[in-house]
């Protein structure tokens, strides 16, 4: 047998440079890498000789250098991922929280922190955490729920099995997601007779699995006895590739789709059919139908409780199908599973439907909805008050084509822009709300622009946000990444007071007003300035507009920031959400609050 003598570092990057999608490209575009004593010198020499193909990118901060690789995979559908790679102390940490947001978006990212001596020679070495009982916990056991596939590479032969590992976690359809191989450092740099075999280029194929005859039969039963049937998009009908097939089984059979924050933009927004968003967050087009429907299929959808309500917002008679490549989803909440990918279990189930048509009447749902939210988002007339989120959403639609695309993760922004914004065409919305993780946004906006560089990315930030991760803006500006950011100040954490107020709270501690840090007053267009971006602070929806159309010529990343008022948001649509509120209280609001919050716990059971 053919060997080739490596660094067990070496030999990684060998291996993960050698691993395609099938459509010829790298399945690991490259690695994100901040270095310490735990991989500077075994994966950082590795790297280094390795940088022709395969890319080294320099952030500031672990946590968001991964959020920019997870965005890099979202926006592409999961073709493609990168590795982070870390030191073996806080930098590992770091990554937890990343990891945590792949493994519940279902996004593919290579986490690779480096781990202490498997030799144990140096013990404890520097960040070393001394388990008293356990010599073999390390901080990376941490990453041991959020990874779907976690490994300690101890040994440089524990890479032929470790890897391929790996790679069939990130590329399975149903498995997806974070995979951690915790890299003793030692081990790193230790030399290996691997064969040469190992490094031969290798595919990874789209895996589309079919559906079961039975289940396929007994679903077609439940649909064709259905009256009123309805169609919840979610993230996997993106990740599928199936929003013109969902399209087309929409059109053919007269069923009305809903989309949920993930699965928001597989239909145009002005497609007669699609009755916009769902849930909690969402439109009252979408929301009637859930309340009037006799049958949900959910195709690609993990029914989390912003899509559901927290289980109130369907029909309580109605059947649920779920039509999802994961058997943990196809089951929930009782649904009537149908196992299969996306695209191949549409086209299946259109085939078994023959003639059949949906019954559901939605005659002037969507123009009622439009009716009442456009005027939320028109330009205001002139006047000293502060402007809105809604007229910032309604400017930067305004401001934006059929490349843009918008993208958030928390706050306010999240829940408006499912609610506001119109995506003309699949990709054109980009929201990270399975952890909804206050700073995700920058990062998250420059790995959607590495994704792809053709298209506008803007970043839709709260001040909350941008003070929680920013550090990646200075990657932006030095890569020369062209990304929009707006920036929406209203003074702290506007989502959460309306919260806190709506569950009979006394404003605290959310805005700054009403904190601690009442005398906190960030300039962030200098603050942005100072990292390399080119920032403006505008006092009007005018002045906003102005600033958008010149951001167009901007050579790397532009910021806006505009004070809003953090009071109003889009009082129509919307169901109710499960957020307990305090069973006693000394305060009246509280004590009112929890009635009402039981009267709905009643309804929903
Ligand atoms: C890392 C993280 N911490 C806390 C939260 C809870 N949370 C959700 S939104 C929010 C406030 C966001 O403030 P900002 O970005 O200013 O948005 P605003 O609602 O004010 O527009 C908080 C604290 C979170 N989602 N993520
Ligand atoms: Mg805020």
Known sequence: MATIRLTAA????????????????????????????????????????????????????????????????????????????????????????????????????????????????PDPVLQQVEDFEDS??????????????????????????????????????????PVTLAFCQDVQTEAYDYPESFFEPKVWYQRRIRPDEGELARVVEAIKAAKKPMIVAGGGVHFSDACADLQTFAETFGIPVVETQAGKSALAWDHPLNLGPVGVTGAESANRACAETDLVLGVGTRFQDFTTGSWTVFNGGAKLVSLNVQAYDAVKHGAMPLLADARVGLKDLASALGSYKGGLSID????????????LTDAP???????????????????SGPDTVVMCAAGTMPGELHKLWKAPRPGAYHMEYGFSCMGYEIAGAMGIKMAQPERDVICMIGDGSYMMANSELATAAAMGLK????????????????LQMGTGGA?????????????????????SASMGAAAVHVSSIAELEDALARARDAAGPFVVVIDTDPYPSTPHGGNWWDVAVPEVSERAEVNDARKVYEAALLERT
């Not at 007339?381 to 401001?399: H, K, M, S, W």
């Open 136 to 177: 073999t916990i390390s901080v990376n056991d941490c990453f041991r729920p959020v990874s779907r596939y976690f490994d300690r590479i101890m040994r440089p032969e524990h890479l032929l099995t470790a890897l391929p590992r790996a790679m069939a976690t990130m590329t399975d359809p149903a498995q997806c997601g």
């Open 507 to 527: 404003e605290f501690n959310n805005l700054l007003d009403h904190s601690s840090a009442a005398d906190s007053n960030i300039d962030f267009a200098a603050h």
């Open 381 to 399: 007339a002139e006047g000293n008050e502060l402007p809105t989120d809604q007229q910032v959403i309604g400017a930067v639609q305004r401001a």
């Open 483 to 498: 990304i929009t950011l707006v920036i929406t100040d209203n003074r702290g954490y506007g989502c959460i007071n309306r």
């Open 10 to 121: 070496q030999a990684m990057v060998r291996y993960l440079s050698n691993q395609m999608n099938e459509d010829g490209e790298r399945f690991l575009a490259g690695c994100w890498a901040i270095f310490g004593h735990g991989n500077v010198a075994g994966m950082g020499e590795a790297l280094y000789h390795g940088r022709g193909s395969f890319p080294t990118w320099r952030g500031h901060n672990e946590q968001t250098m991964a959020h920019a690789a997870i965005a890099y995979s979202k926006q592409l559908g999961r073709k493609r991922a990168m590795m982070v790679t870390s030191s073996i102390g806080p930098g590992a940490t770091n990554m937890v929280t990343a990891a945590a947001l792949a493994h519940v978006n279902r996004i593919p990212v290579l986490l690779v922190p480096g781990d202490v001596f498997a030799n144990r020679g």
């Open 364 to 375: 002037g749902f969507k123009d009622a909805w439009f009716g009442k939210v456009d005027p």
